[in-house]
């Protein structure tokens, strides 16, 4: 089993950063990659970001390229996920989520343990 705890949501204005971290826990077997995902009301989950453990290789959504960094931490078991120049439209409940299989990095299915999330919210 795996467990993981996001933190670092907030409201800031357009422009500013965040920092979201993600503390996972449990078997490290089960994770071989992490992703990041956000959904805001009415809209699908979608991914924002992803890290494979492996090779550290990690992945963006083209509307985050060069403004989001995915990296980890292996030592306190954590993956962050820096945010610059925040947009209104970043706007989201921002989770974290892990899996051990083969799949698209930002297929939201294919991970099987999630976080409860962190509100990110972004005024203009």
């Known amino acids: 089993q795996v467990q993981m705890v996001e933190s670092g949501g907030d409201s800031v204005q357009a422009g500013g950063s965040l920092r979201l971290s993600c503390e996972h826990s449990?078997?490290?077997?089960?994770?071989?990659?992490v992703g990041w995902f956000r959904q805001s009301p009415g809209k699908e989950r979608e991914g924002v970001a992803g890290i494979f453990f492996g090779n550290g290789m990690t992945y963006y959504a083209d509307s985050v390229k060069g403004r989001f960094t995915v990296s980890r931490d292996n030592a306190k078991a954590t993956v962050y996920l820096q945010m610059n120049n925040l947009k209104a439209e970043d706007t989201a409940m921002y989770y974290c989520a892990a899996r051990n299989s083969i799949a698209l990095w930002s297929f939201a299915p294919s991970y099987k343990y999630w976080g409860q999330g962190t509100q990110v919210t972004v005024s203009s």
């Open positions: 449990g078997d490290p077997y089960f994770i071989s990659t």
